[in-house]
């Protein structure tokens, strides 16, 4: 929970509202792959992050402004590697709820929540080379560049570059 905000344990009731976001094209522009055309291949993502959470591997949360409301974003902690204390965050929000500073109240809930509850000492986060809206979060968090992925993503047949931001406790 945040002041304004209910961090729940994703589950199949949010398959609809990722949906939502998943396959609005100018919410997925920075993505790994385009907007998704089809709820079951959603669905089927959602049940992969599931299976992560189950393995110890991941926590994936739906945010929404009510402990009962729809989610108007999803964030995670993934490849969580407990040896080496590490993991990598990841938030994806409706684009109708973007410039109300709910991604950054969010990632800081996640942040404090890997750090303090997980006792994790580093995190990173990968994004789109041209996405400034999550570079910016990410510098208020706390995170420095630290490089370049070249052509680390092929989308529609062409490579993208990603950039790597990191954040020690």
């Known amino acids: 929970m945040t002041p304004r905000l209910t961090l729940r344990p994703l589950g199949p009731r949010d398959v609809d509202a990722i949906f939502a976001m998943m396959s609005d094209e100018e919410t997925m522009?920075?993505?790994?792959?385009?907007?998704?055309?089809?709820?079951?291949?959603?669905?089927?993502?959602?049940?992969?992050?599931?299976?992560?959470?189950?393995?110890?591997?991941?926590?994936?949360?739906?945010?929404?402004?009510?402990p009962e409301g729809t989610a108007i974003g999803s964030c995670d902690l993934s490849e969580i590697d407990r040896h080496h204390a590490r993991a990598e965050?990841?938030?994806?929000?409706?684009?109708?709820?973007?410039?109300?500073?709910?991604a950054r109240e969010t990632m800081e809930a996640v942040t404090a929540f890997?750090?303090?509850?997980?006792?994790?000492?580093?995190?990173?986060?990968?994004?789109?080379?041209?996405?400034?809206?999550s570079q910016r979060l990410l510098e208020r968090l706390g995170f420095s560049r630290e490089g370049t992925l070249r052509g680390h993503i092929i989308r529609e047949g062409l490579r993208r570059d990603c950039e790597i931001y990191g954040r020690m406790r």
């Open 89 to 102: 965050v990841g938030f994806l929000f409706n684009r109708s709820y973007w410039g109300n500073g709910y």
């Open 29 to 66: 522009r920075f993505w790994d792959w385009p907007g998704f055309r089809d709820r079951q291949t959603v669905a089927e993502i959602v049940d992969a992050q599931l299976e992560d959470v189950a393995s110890g591997r991941a926590v994936y949360w739906a945010v929404a402004l009510t």
């Open 114 to 133: 890997a750090f303090e509850e997980l006792n994790l000492q580093r995190l990173w986060a990968r994004f789109h080379t041209g996405n400034l809206a």
